[in-house]
Every structure is written in C-alpha cells, then in structure tokens.
C-alpha cells in the first residue's frame, strides 16, 4: 500500500507569509488530493491533481509525478488559513478510497 | 451547502449499547466510504461500497458493519459499543472516473 510523507508536522507562521507544505509518496499514484480540515473535524477538498499545477485564490498546488512529489503553497497567509492540511493519494483503478498522510497543522498567527 | 450529511455529529453512549451512524449524500454518487480518525492521528478506511449491495472492508480492522441498501445512504452499526471505539468516523463519497471526493461533518463518537 502507498504511504504517504508529508512535511512539516507543524508549522506556525505570521501573517503574510508564504506557506509551502510538501508531500511525497512511495508508489504509483492515479491522483494527489491536498484537502483541509478545520478544527471541527470536518473535511473540504482543495485540490486533486495528476499533472502539473493549479492555482484557487491564494491556494497553489504542484505535483511532480517522476520525483513522487507534490507541494501545496499559500501566498499571503492569514489567520483563517490556520487548519491541518492532509495529502492524500488514490491508487489507479477500484473504489478502495484514498490513503492518508498525516496532516500538516499549520498555524497563522496575526 | 453541504451534499453529504452524518448524524449526529457528537454521541456520548454507554458501553454495550448498539449505535448507528447515518450517512447519505444527494449527489448520486457511486461510491461511499467511512473513514476512522483518532485524534491527531492521519485517517484510515474502515468500509467502502461501489454501489448498491455492494460493501467491503478497508485497511484498517473494524468491529462495524455496513449496508449500502440504497445508492444515497450508507449507515454504519456497532453492535456493541466499546470504549476503544472512541473515535471520530467520516463518511466520504464520490463517483466513477477522474473526480474527487466529498466528506461529510463527521461523527464524533465517545463510548463510555
């Protein structure tokens, strides 16, 4: 099964600051998903890739799929970016779900 | 607006009591899962379903069971609760091809 590395653990930052956390995977993926979960508990999707980058407001994520390796930026960080961030990643066919890093807690402080 | 919804999103029960968690989403998807989350700690799959009477367990060992009776709701049972059940338990869906997922709130649950 795959595993998935993600760093750092933890990081706190000041606001305004450019947040980059990265993740790196050991086997053949047919997709990344960087998602974000509030202290609620609950889940939200930002990103899923297979190639290059993509970009939503102030949330930037890039995988290089010959390196097994994937980076989630965000520019001009603030207070409400604060959360865990989770890479995970789905093997290619069947429904088997995805497979989970352990989370980046990221902490913005103003 | 959330398309995926569990109930209840916080259960303190008893040891030994039988405990339902509901899920169901209202966007046709295929495929659901549960997933279980102590805290701190990365999520693991307990269950998924391809779709109508179809379930199967997952990576991580669990005394729960399924039932995908119908292609919206996917509840997931402990017959007998017990405190190493204490967890948070997610339910996610998507749908056939290159698409992503959708996670609900979350049931926090503590057994006591």
């Known amino acids: 099964k795959n595993e998935v590395e993600q760093s750092p653990q933890n990081l706190t930052a000041q606001e305004g600051e450019f947040i980059t956390i990265n993740c790196s995977y050991s086997?053949?993926?047919?997709?990344l998903h960087w998602l974000q979960q509030h202290p609620g508990g609950g889940i939200v999707s930002l990103f899923m890739?297979?190639?290059g980058k993509k970009k939503h407001g102030r949330l930037i994520a890039t995988i290089n799929i010959q390196e097994k390796h994937s980076s989630l930026h965000i520019t001009a960080s603030h207070p409400r970016d604060s959360a865990v961030y989770i890479c995970?990643?789905?093997?290619?066919?069947?429904?088997?779900?995805?497979?989970f890093g352990k989370g980046t807690h990221l902490i913005i402080q103003p | 607006e959330a398309d995926i919804y569990q109930t209840p999103r916080y259960l303190v029960i008893g040891t030994g009591k039988k405990i339902t968690l509901e899920c169901s989403q209202t966007?046709?998807?295929?495929?659901m899962y549960w997933y279980q989350q102590d805290p701190g700690m990365e999520l693991h799959l307990i269950h998924y379903s391809y779709g109508v009477n179809s379930t199967e367990k997952g990576d991580l060992s669990s005394e729960s069971t399924v039932s995908r009776i119908r292609t919206e709701h996917f509840p997931l049972t402990l017959e007998s609760a017990r405190p190493s059940h204490t967890s948070q338990y997610l339910c996610a869906s998507s749908r056939t091809g290159n698409y992503g997922y959708t996670f609900g709130s979350g049931t926090r649950l503590t057994v006591v």
């Open positions: 966007m046709g998807h295929d495929k």
């Open positions: 890739l297979s190639s």
């Open positions: 086997v053949g993926i047919s997709a």
């Open positions: 995970a990643v789905e093997s290619g066919g069947g429904a088997d779900g995805l497979t």
